[in-house]
Nanobody, 126 residues
Framework: QVQLVESGGGLVQAGGSLRVSCAASGRAFLSSYALGWFRQAPGKGREFVAAITWSGSKSYGDSVKGRFTITRDNAKNTVTLQMNSLKPEDTAVYYC???????????????????WGQGTQVTVSS
């Protein structure tokens, strides 16, 4: 079992930047695990934001491409989402997720992840 703890988030004006991070613990190593970010806005379903495999392959949701960047530090078991040019529609609870996903083609589905953080709120004002 993997425990995930998010940090960061908060309130920012449109056009601004924010960073959210996630620390993973509880497993000796996370090789073969992908780390990802999903978000959920009020009244909407969970949306894929970005993910990165152990080997560093990345995938982004269409709505965040070119604005968000995901990175991970395998030595520290952390994943970070740098969010730039934020828009009001980026407002949501952001969830960190981990799953035994080796190929980047499978990282888009929330069903592939078996560990979730508690979520952190990101609010973008217009």
């Amino acid at each position: 079992q993997v425990q995930l703890v998010e940090s960061g988030g908060g309130l920012v004006q449109a056009g601004g930047s924010l960073r959210v991070s996630c620390a993973a613990s509880g497993r000796a190593f996370l090789s073969s695990y992908a780390l990802g970010w999903f978000r959920q806005a009020p009244g909407k379903g969970r949306e894929f934001v970005a993910a990165i495999t152990w080997s560093g392959s990345k995938s982004y949701g269409d709505s965040v491409k070119g604005r968000f960047t995901i990175t991970r530090d395998n030595a520290k078991n952390t994943v970070t989402l740098q969010m730039n040019s934020l828009k009001p529609e980026d407002t949501a609870v952001y969830y960190c997720a981990a799953g035994p996903i080796r190929s980047v083609i499978y990282v888009l589905s929330s069903l592939e992840y078996n560990n979730w953080g508690q979520g952190t709120q990101v609010t973008v004002s217009s």
